[in-house]
C-alpha cells in the first residue's frame, strides 16, 4: 500500500479501507457501468485497530425487520457462491457457516411477544428459524438452567459462524486488482463549494478533487463527517471478547445464546467458547482506546455465564480482547446513502455490531446509487439519512 496517493482527482474517494469501504470499492470497480477512478484513504495500513479485526464475525436471520433479514440472506448465498461471484478465480474458497444457530432467550412476556412476532417476520420470508418453549430448550440444550425462561428462538440454519476475513481480504484484493486504488494515509480535511464536496485533504499537505466521497471511516465515522461541517449520531462503544476453556466441557455444540442480561456466549473451536458482553456503562470511548476492563468478567459476565450454564462455573480465559462497535445512537442501525444537501458525500456508517454480514448487500447498494443515482437490485431506502435528521427511528428491534 503506497503512502502518497499516484493522481490528483478520482471520481470516488473513500475513507476507510476495511470491510465497508472494500466493499463499495469492489462493487464500484466491477460494475461496467462504472469506468472511473477509484481511491481508497486507509490510515491504518495494517487495520489491527479496525472493527473489522475485532470482529466475531457470526451471521443471523433473527432480524424483526424484514429488510434486515433479506440483507442477510443475500449474504449467505453471495459467500457461498464466492469463487464465482470473484470472477471463477481458482484461488477464492466459498465460504460455510458453522449452523450452531443463535438462540435468544426471554424472561418476560413481553420479551417472549417481540420473538414470536420476529420468528413470524423470518418464517415469511423462508428463515429456519423456530419458537421454543422452555420444556424443548430443555429437552434440545439440557445444560442451560431455565429457572427464569419463558421461551426461545433458535436458528436451525444460515446462522453461525463464517470467515468475515477471508470476505474482506478477497474484497481489497480483488478491487485492487481492478485498478482501485490503496493509500496508507490520513484525511485532515474535507472542503466543499456549495452543495457538493470539492476535495479531500490528506495530513500529508496533498490535496485531492474528487467527484463523490465516502465515509466509511467505522467508529470514526463522526469525525469524518464533522470535517465536511455534517453530524452523525455515531460514537465508538467498546464490547469485549473472550475465548475460555471450560474443565467441564458441553456435550454439544453451544448456540450463539444470548441473555436476557444482553451477555453473550457460543462454541468457539472444538473445546472452547466465546463470551461477548458491553462495557458499563455503554458510553463513547476514545477510537484509539482499547483498554481491557477486567472487572468487567470477574463481577459481571462470568457469574451470569455461570448461572445460566452451570458446567461453566470452571472457566480458564485462554485470550480476549476490545473491539469497538461503530454505535449509531438514533436506532442501532447502518446509515447508507447521500447526505442529500451536499449530495456527493455518501455514508456506509454505524452498523452498530452487525456490519459485517450486511457488508456485501450494503457495498453493492451503495455502489449502485453512486453509480445510477438509485437503488438497483434491493430497496435500501429505509437506511437513508433523511431518517437522522427527522429523528426517525428504523424499527429493528433484535439488536445485540
Request: proline letters at 4%; aromatic letters at 10%.
Amino acid at each position: 500500500m503506497s503512502c502518497t496517493p499516484m493522481h490528483d482527482t478520482y471520481d470516488v474517494i473513500i475513507i476507510g479501507g476495511a470491510m465497508m469501504g472494500s466493499s463499495v470499492a469492489w462493487w464500484l470497480a466491477n460494475d461496467p457501468a462504472f469506468q472511473g477512478r477509484i481511491l481508497v484513504v486507509e490510515r491504518d495500513a495494517t487495520f489491527a485497530q479496525s472493527s473489522t479485526a475485532h470482529t466475531n464475525s457470526c451471521i443471523r436471520q433473527q432480524f424483526s425487520e424484514a429488510l434486515n433479514v433479506r440483507i442477510s440472506q443475500f449474504t449467505v448465498e453471495f459467500i457461498r457462491n464466492l469463487r464465482a461471484n470473484m470472477g471463477g478465480d481458482p484461488r477464492v474458497d466459498d465460504l460455510e457457516i458453522q449452523d450452531f444457530g443463535y438462540l435468544y432467550l426471554a424472561d418476560t412476556e413481553e420479551k417472549a411477544a417481540a420473538l414470536r412476532a420476529a420468528q413470524a417476520v423470518q418464517h415469511s420470508l423462508g428463515a429456519g428459524t423456530r419458537i421454543l418453549s422452555r420444556d424443548e430448550i430443555a429437552q434440545a440444550f439440557p445444560f442451560y438452567d431455565l429457572d427464569d425462561i419463558t421461551l426461545g428462538s433458535h436458528g436451525t440454519r444460515d446462522e453461525g459462524y463464517w470467515d468475515g476475513g477471508a470476505l474482506f481480504d478477497w474484497f481489497r484484493r480483488k478491487a485492487v486488482a481492478a485498478g482501485v486504488e490503496y493509500v496508507d494515509a490520513e484525511v485532515s480535511g474535507i472542503e466543499t463549494a456549495g452543495s457538493q464536496v470539492s476535495s479531500v485533504m490528506l495530513a500529508s499537505g496533498q490535496n485531492l478533487s474528487c467527484g463523490h466521497l465516502v465515509n466509511a471511516a467505522g467508529p470514526r465515522a463522526s469525525h469524518v463527517a464533522q470535517m465536511a461541517g455534517l453530524t452523525i449520531p455515531v460514537e465508538p462503544r467498546k464490547r469485549f471478547t473472550w475465548v475460555v476453556k471450560a474443565v467441564r466441557p458441553l456435550d454439544r455444540v453451544l448456540p450463539l445464546t444470548i441473555d436476557p442480561s444482553g451477555v453473550h456466549f457460543r462454541q468457539d473451536g472444538p473445546e472452547t467458547y466465546m463470551i461477548g458482553a458491553a462495557a458499563d456503562p455503554d458510553l463513547a470511548v476514545d477510537p484509539d482506546d482499547f483498554n481491557m476492563d477486567h472487572g468487567r468478567w470477574e463481577n459481571h459476565v462470568w457469574p451470569i455465564v455461570a448461572t445460566r450454564i452451570p458446567q461453566f462455573e470452571a472457566l480458564k480465559i485462554v485470550t480476549e480482547w476490545v473491539g469497538h462497535y461503530a454505535y449509531n445512537t438514533l436506532d442501532q442501525n447502518a446509515i447508507l446513502g447521500s447526505h442529500g444537501e451536499i449530495g456527493n458525500f455518501y455514508f456506509i456508517n454505524g452498523f452498530s455490531g452487525h456490519g459485517l454480514q450486511q457488508a456485501p448487500a450494503m457495498g453493492r447498494g451503495l455502489a449502485e446509487l453512486i453509480t445510477t443515482g438509485g437503488f438497483q437490485t434491493m430497496h435500501l431506502s429505509p437506511f437513508g439519512y433523511d431518517r437522522i435528521a427527522a429523528g426517525r427511528p428504523f424499527g429493528e428491534r433484535a439488536v445485540i
